[in-house]
Nanobody, 117 residues
Framework: QVQLVESGGGLVQAGGSLRLSCAAS????????MGWFRQAPGKEREFVAY????????LYADSVKGRFTISRDNAKNTVYLQMNSLKPEDTAVYYC??????????WGQGTQVTVSS
């Protein structure tokens, strides 16, 4: 099992930026991708972006395309989510997980992102 620690969330004004980090440890060799997901109050968890550990491939949800950038540092087993031009609707708890879908059983605590208008 992979252990994940998300960090970097906070309160930011609309139009601002944040960079989230996801530090992975444990059986990281068993996962080929790392994804970012988010869950807003009263809503289902949703996919944000994913990146492959071993090839230059990433994918973004339409709602964040062009504003968010996912990247990785293999040496540090860390995945980042650079979030620019933040909007109030980006407010959510953000989670990382070694999956491309929300069907995962071992979610961490996540990191809160709050965007004020």
């Amino acid at each position: 099992q992979v252990q994940l620690v998300e960090s970097g969330g906070g309160l930011v004004q609309a139009g601002g930026s944040l960079r989230l980090s996801c530090a992975a440890s444990g059986r990281t060799s068993s996962s080929y991708v790392m994804g970012w997901f988010r869950q807003a109050p009263g809503k289902e968890r949703e996919f944000v972006a994913y990146i492959n550990w071993d090839v230059d491939r990433s994918l973004y949800a339409d709602s964040v395309k062009g504003r968010f950038t996912i990247s990785r540092d293999n040496a540090k087993n860390t995945v980042y989510l650079q979030m620019n031009s933040l909007k109030p609707e980006d407010t959510a708890v953000y989670y990382c997980a070694p999956t491309m879908t929300t069907k995962y059983d071992y979610w961490g605590q996540g990191t809160q992102v709050t965007v004020s208008s």
